[in-house]
């Protein structure tokens, strides 16, 4: 027997119907509506990718397909071409049959042509250019000569093939292809020309010869001795390679000498006289050093023609440089002891130095730390020499000058 709760809540059941309020089909229908908009969206969607894969697919096989055949794709009598050694990226993505003999002979006569442009086209010799321009030229006198010939439908394998060389020439082996095609710089731009400023700092090597006054010789060597040397330069020029480049500027340097001479001399003299008769009675003398200093000044003004030589070492650079030089101006100034031994002016004294040296050599090494875009300072220890000697040519002593220094600078690539 049944409870009683059971048997009423199946009379309740039975005979009650609620009706939903209107917000419940509102909500349904949106649920409903979503479901569908998501099914839809997903049809889209997999219709989208399945567009764009044979998009691309088309796309690949129309610019790319010349490098995709297979050995078997295109047969001449049953004889199978990839038994020529023709690299198949060269040939059409079709199978053509040709029945004629006269086509198998245009064909067998292509062939060393492909290979040729092949080979080039491997070798990826910009200097080949010209090659490459003969055998395109080849190859369009051959077409045009296939083309006269080409009325019967045995001939489609030559328009095939022509057609094959069409996008060859316009897709690899154009004859203007490096004036197209700009190459990927995978390092810092090359920089062409640059510009250097340096401050020298060192001494000079100054030797008197005795000629023919060896007293006068000995004289000015005790007297002049070596001091120091500073000077300023400018340097311009272009980078041939990245390893190499050239350059001219101006250097400006000056050498000083120490002149020192000293010699025993009555300083002083002392007379004694009588209160009385005024008469002298006694006369004593006193004697010491007489001592004289002063400097020589010896300036010039040259001009470099640099040719330099580098080694890159991460932001390193080590190298050499070579450069004659032109002596435009050379001036001396100061205390000198002329020809008859007697301190002087080298200014009151005629034809002792020559105003201009001529040619000479200097040579430096170089290290150099690049701290910027195209901005580095360097070092250059550096020796100058010059090939004449610095003494007028009716001077009696030859004299021979030469220096070495630091230059310390910066130099800039634009």
Known sequence: ??????????????????????????????????????????????????FLSLSALVFYRDIYGIKDVAENDIKITGTNLGTTGIDHKFLPDENIIANNKSVQG????????VEKKSRLYENENVEDKHEINEAIKEEK???????????????????????????????????????KIKCPSFGDPKKRMFAELGLLGGYHLKSIGNGS???????RNQSESGWYTWGLNGVFGINITPNFYIGTGIDWTQSKDKFKHSSDAITKMIITFDPVTGIPTDTSFVTGKLVSKGEIR??????????????????????????????????????????????????KEPLVYKSG??????????????????????????????????????????????LFGINLGVRKDF
């Open 1 to 50: 027997m049944k409870p009683m709760n059971e048997i009423l809540m199946k009379k309740v059941a039975d005979s009650y119907e609620a009706v939903p309020p209107e917000f419940v089909w509102e909500n349904i229908e949106l649920s409903l509506n979503q479901n569908r908009k998501r099914r839809h969206f997903f049809l889209w969607l997999v219709a989208g990718i399945a």
């Open 106 to 113: 245009k064909i067998e006569s292509v062939i060393p042509l």
């Open 141 to 179: 006198a051959f077409l045009n000569e296939v083309k006269e010939e080409n009325s019967s439908p045995e001939m489609i394998i030559i328009n095939s093939i022509s057609k094959s060389f069409v996008v060859m020439q316009n897709s690899v082996f154009r004859p203007d292809f490096n004036d």
């Open 213 to 219: 006054n060896e007293a006068l010789a000995a004289i």
């Open 298 to 347: 010896y300036n010039s003004i040259d001009i470099p023609l640099i040719i330099g030589f580098v080694r890159k070492y991460d932001k390193w650079d080590f190298g050499v440089e070579m450069a004659p030089v032109f002596n435009l101006n050379f001036t001396a100034n100061g205390k000198i002891f002329n020809d008859k031994k007697k301190i002087s002016s080298i200014d």
């Open 357 to 402: 040296l001529g040619l000479g050599l200097k040579a430096s090494f170089v290290i150099r730390r690049n701290i910027s875009d195209g901005l580095s300072v360097q070092l250059k220890p550096t020796f100058k020499t010059y090939f004449n000697d610095i003494n007028d040519s009716n001077y009696a002593l030859p004299m021979r000058y030469n």
